[in-house]
């Protein structure tokens, strides 16, 4: 499923390679992502529990590294993303009083 998405991963990582290269905060700027560079329907295909696995995944940063070579000295400035992509996303899937079964999605709290 995930090779799908790459093209368009790569692309989305061109542009947050752009934001950790000129030290944009790393925390804002994963907020912004979701609300605004993640299309609703990558929800239909990727599901915010299979996000967080690959998300959560033992080799992420090999695997970014490898479709964004510029990312490679940024490490610790895409951990921080990371951390708070899976922050919003986990926040996403908790119950809410409106849908208290629905499992939300990526861009339900970032907003």
């Known amino acids: 499923m995930l090779m799908f998405f790459k093209p368009m991963l790569q692309e989305k ?31 239909d295909y990727l599901p915010p529990a299979k996000a967080l696995e690959y998300l959560n995944h033992e080799k992420w940063f090999e695997t970014v590294c490898e479709w964004e070579p510029s990312l490679t000295n940024v490490r610790e400035w895409c951990t921080t993303f990371r951390d708070e992509l899976i922050y919003w ?13 629905d499992e939300g999605g990526y861009l339900d709290v970032a907003q």
């Open 13 to 43: 990582l061109k542009i947050i390679a752009g934001w950790a290269q000129q030290g944009k905060d790393a925390q804002m700027y994963a907020e912004l992502f979701l609300r605004e560079h993640v299309p609703s329907s990558v929800q």
């Open 89 to 101: 996303i986990s926040e996403s899937m908790k119950p809410t009083e409106d849908a208290p079964t």
